[in-house]
Each structure stands twice: as structure tokens, then as C-alpha cells.
């Protein structure tokens, strides 16, 4: 069996994955990702284990063999983590700012929303930190040139294009715009979602992911909270059968309304996010602090999965996953094509004869438990297509 290099978790955003292929004989099981058999992996993490196709689970030090991995000829590449591309749809509406209410008073909540808000998003795009990502920033409402503010188009083309981190183009826009109008949700979610879409075409094997901020319930185009979840779930979901990845949709909430943050988040793949605004200063601590949480959350659960060097084709049915943890106990995390119940590992497309995955993400809750570990260490291994590891003809 290949071994792969241990991954140290507590510096993953700053290491390199080393992803191991074998080719494989015609023998074996089932061949799909979710078999048990399969050997775990070494004690010290450095060992991926057998081959999962109806493989024995091993004693966790001794490597399977039923494809004959260790005769087969291999590749092996090294992968980078997965480049993340950050999608952010901003509310400027007028509760944000200066606002009349329906008495015809003048509200004034720029001190305690626009301004702490862009303080704590330019705080995160301009944070070192927050290299190796990408971000987009576009703003709602916005008119298109015939004054309507209910085009997806005005929205799926950003104000601040793609744009590497940290960079200051971010805090030039967000001092240049004003609040004013009302809360076209809808529009503008799907607008974010085919910005993000649209990136992914062009960037095959990265991620993307949509922020949407906002402090009101949706107002305008006839935008609905379930028209929204409706949005937040079609691109978390994606479109396999047409390799559209999963696009996960995280949802902050500024000031008291929460009800559709939570259904967006919900059904955008992730858990809604409320920030206070009672206190200036605390509101942009906090936001930025909520910021590098899904930061953390997204940068760190990916994997690019290269070419092998041979240019042999990947078994997609025939991988580990492996996770040993800082006590030297070494588990096969189980593939979850939908990660439902939030535990084990996804590809970003299902994949089948026409549709090749790019990366490789870990759900939720095994994501928070990996990450909770700063000594344990993340293993990834493919077989190859191929008899005997012979190149496809």
C-alpha cells in the first residue's frame, strides 16, 4: 500500500495534503466508497490502510491487499487544499442607515449597523489571515439601468470582483456605498448563487461559498422567507447529474430578525449567525469573530484531488478517508453522499461515466470534531483504474 504523509490539522491551511493512487487488480467487492471493509490505517496515521473493495477491516497495522496494491505500479501527487471563494451579498437597505418608518419618523441606525458592520467586514477581507482565499462583494438593492431592482442579473455581477486576500479594494467599496431601499432577498441570493456557479465553471476543483448579510426579514420583488430556504437549499444541493457542485449558503443576521436567517442558513447547508447591535464595538468583534469561524470551517475540511502523474483514470469507488487522532486511534470515516446527519465525507459532485469529482470535503460535525483535534492527522487515498495498475487504453 502507498503511504501518505500525515496532515497536521492545526496548521491544515498552511500544509500540503499528499494524496497516494494505486492502481488495483480486478478483484474485490463492492467497489463503493461506503464499505466497511477496508483496513483503517497504521497507529501513527501514516498508513491509508487496504483496499475498501470487500477488504477485511484490518488490525489497524497491517495493510489489505485484496487489488493487490502493493504489486500494482502507482502514482502519487501532492494536493493543495482547496482554493476558497468567498461570495458575499451585502444588504445596503435602508434599515441599515437612515430610514423612515411607517409613522414617517426618521430612524437613524447607521452608528449602530452600516458602520460597525462594514468596520467588521473590512476587518476580515484586510486580516492576513485570510490569504488563500478569494472574495466577491456585491451589494441589494441595486437597480439595473432601467431602474429595476428585481434583475438576478444586477446581482450575479459583483460590485468587487473576484479578488485574492486581504486586499483594501474591499473597504474602498464598502466607504463608497450608502443604505437606502428596501430587502429584495430573493434576486439577490440568486444572483450570489450564480456568481458562485458561474466561478466554479471557470475553476475547476475550487470551492465556493455564499455569504449573505442582512438585518431584515425580505421586502420587495415579492421576495418570501420560503422562496429564499428555497434558493439556499437548490444550491447547497447543487446539480450533480450536471456537475454543478454544492455551493453552501451561510447567512449572518444584523440586529433583531432572526427567523429567516435560520431558515436560509438551514437550508443553505449551515447554521444561522446573529450579531447584537446594541454596542458598535461589540457588534464588529463579533461579526469578525463569526467571520473567521466560517473561515476556519471552509477552509480547512477540503481537498483538491489532482491528476494522477500516469495519467491513469481514478476509481471514485475506491477510497479512504482516514483519521487518526491525537491518542494514535485510527478511523475509516464513512463517504456520506449528501453528509446528512452532518458525519463522514462528500465528494463535491456525485460522481458517475460523465461527471469526474474535483475535491473531496468532510460534513459538518466530523469537520468540527477533526478540527477540535489539534494532534490528530487526515489521511486520503485513491485507487487507480486498471488491471494489475496497467494505463487504460
Known sequence: MIRLRSISLAAMSAMIATVAFAGCGSDGGSGLPNDPGGNPGGPNGDNPGGDIRGGGKGDGGTSGNIGDVANCAAATAQSALVKVNLITMFDKSGS?????????????NTAKRWTPVSKGM???????????????????????????????????????????????????????????????????????????????ASRKGEKAVVLFVTDGEPNGCSSTVDGAAKIAEDSYKGIPAAGIP????YAIGVGPSTGAI???????????????????????????????????????CSFAIPEPSDKREINFDAVRVNFTNGAGQATTLKYNETCAGNDGWRYDVKPSATVKPHSITLCANTCSTIQGDPNGKINIAFDCKGNGGGPIH
Open 96 to 108: 441599515m442607515g437612515r430610514y423612515k418608518d411607517d409613522s414617517g419618523n426618521w430612524i437613524d
Open 262 to 300: 435560520d431558515r436560509i442558513a438551514t437550508a443553505g447547508g449551515t447554521t444561522g449567525v446573529h450579531v447584537d447591535v446594541d454596542n458598535p464595538d461589540q457588534t464588529t468583534s463579533q461579526l469578525v469573530s463569526e467571520l473567521q469561524k466560517i473561515r476556519g470551517s471552509v477552509m480547512s
Open 246 to 249: 454544492s455551493v453552501p449558503v
Open 122 to 200: 473590512t476587518a476580515f477581507y484586510s486580516d492576513p489571515k485570510s490569504a488563500g482565499m478569494n472574495a466577491t462583494l456585491q451589494y441589494f438593492p441595486l437597480s439595473d439601468s432601467k431602474g429595476n431592482i428585481c434583475n438576478v442579473g444586477t446581482y450575479s455581477s459583483p460590485s468587487v470582483g473576484l479578488t485574492p486576500l486581504p486586499n483594501g479594494a474591499f473597504s474602498n467599496s464598502l466607504s463608497a456605498t450608502t443604505p437606502e431601499g428596501n430587502t429584495p432577498t430573493e434576486p439577490s441570493l440568486q444572483g450570489a448563487v450564480n456568481t458562485a456557479r458561474a466561478i466554479l
